[in-house]
């Protein structure tokens, strides 16, 4: 069964940048449509971006523009590179197929936007 372990959340000031990694146990990159998902507290868990085998990259209107997807599909990994980042960025990022289906959530990874 596919793993996820994401990283490289953290604090951040209104305006700074975080670039988010997620790693995957298998080599599902270039296969399944790929995506970060974002969970605020006290909120439903919501999709944020996403990248298909073909390449074609998609964003949530609340991100587009300021937030970056890629992937690295020799390394299992996939990237997403947040940049003027706002105070309601603030939550745990993870990473999943799109729609999400059945495979099992990773911890994620917090990213706090605070001054």
């Known amino acids: 069964q596919v793993q996820f372990a994401e990283s490289g959340g953290g604090l951040a000031q209104p305006g700074g940048s975080l670039t988010l990694s997620c790693a995957a146990s298998g080599s599902i990159f270039s296969i399944y449509l790929m995506g970060w998902y974002r969970q605020a507290p006290g909120k439903q868990r919501e999709w944020v971006a996403s990248?298909?085998?073909?390449?074609?990259?998609h964003y949530a209107d609340s991100v587009k523009g300021r937030f970056a997807i890629s992937r690295d599909n020799a390394k299992n990994t996939m990237y997403l590179q947040m940049n003027r980042l706002k105070p309601e960025d603030t939550a745990v990022y993870l990473c999943n197929k799109v729609p999400h289906g059945s495979w099992p959530w990773g911890q994620g990874t917090q990213v706090t936007v605070s001054s």
């Open positions: 990248t298909s085998p073909d390449g074609s990259m």
